[in-house]
């Protein structure tokens, strides 16, 4: 792909926690990036199948493998592959979603041509063929913190943060990822936004699909007392949008 882009390392964080199913193809989507600068950071988590042997088995020096030597947890394997992490910009991409291959190019020059630190994407939401996807979720142009709390719009899968903008730490507390973007959004004071054009694919799972929906907002509820501090009757306000939006999320299809 022609560009006049100056290409900026990124560094795409990976989680890995028995995947040996799912992360070569995941992996694959990493490599075949049209954005050539990348590293691929994978942490496997103390998994007991073949995946920290498969990933040991591939012959390519963007990959940076590591183990952690007891199970940390999706936010601690993530915050294990940011501290050795080198690039200016963080990519997430679990060791069973997908990416398709210009979604590093068409999100980091949509960052540098518009002076933006924190962005996110629509996505698609599979079980194993992405030709037949499940559904779609499509997300708001930008979120604040004020949003954010009151619904959990951003993927994973979706996101980049440019480090030299914004630091940051993965917070270690249920729905890691929600409130790691609750922090951010919270201590930068700056709102994160949509960049079109992104393709991602999310696989869904039994373990993707809460199958106890008051657990789900009891982590919510933690997360907002104690990432976003927010009092009791703001809590009760947001955790009926959050039901709400929940209910428009699972339901949404084509």
Same mark, same amino acid.
């Given at each position: 792909m022609n560009t006049d882009l100056v290409d900026e390392l990124v560094s795409v964080i990976m989680p890995s926690f028995n995947s040996s199913k799912t992360i070569i193809e995941s992996i694959d989507s990493v490599l075949l990036q049209t954005y050539e600068n990348i /590293?691929? +950071? +994978?942490? *496997? *988590?103390? @998994? @007991?199948?073949?995946?920290? /042997?498969l990933v040991q088995c591939l012959n390519d020096q963007r990959i940076k493998l +590591?183990?952690?030597?007891?199970?940390?947890?999706?936010?601690?394997?993530?915050? @294990?592959c940011i501290d050795i992490s080198n690039g200016r910009y963080i990519a997430f991409l679990d060791a069973d979603d997908l990416w398709d291959k210009n979604k590093l190019f068409i999100q980091i020059k949509y960052m540098r041509d518009n002076n933006i630190s924190f962005t996110y994407s629509d996505y698609y939401t599979f079980n194993e063929n992405i030709d037949n996807p499940k559904g779609f979720f499509?997300?708001?142009? @930008? +979120?604040? #913190?004020? *949003?954010?709390?009151?619904?959990c719009a951003i993927g994973c899968l979706t996101v980049i943060i440019d480090r030299k903008e914004i630091e940051f730490s993965m917070i270690n507390s249920p729905k890691e990822d929600y409130a790691t973007w609750l922090s951010i959004l919270e201590n930068s004071k700056k709102n994160a936004y949509r960049c079109d054009g992104v393709v991602a694919y999310y696989r869904l799972s039994n373990n993707s699909l809460s199958s106890n929906k008051i657990k789900e907002v009891v982590k919510q509820n933690y997360v907002l007392k104690n990432t976003a501090r927010l009092s009791f009757k703001k809590r009760i306000?947001?955790? #009926?949008?959050?039901s709400i939006n929940g209910i428009i999320k699972k339901y949404w299809k084509y």
């Open positions: /590293e691929l +950071i +994978i942490c *496997d *988590d103390g @998994s @007991s199948d073949l995946s920290y /042997e +590591i183990k952690n030597t007891y199970e940390k947890g999706a936010a601690g394997a993530r915050q @294990s499509k997300t708001p142009e @930008s +979120i604040s #913190f004020e *949003d954010l709390c009151k619904h306000v947001c955790l #009926f949008t959050y």
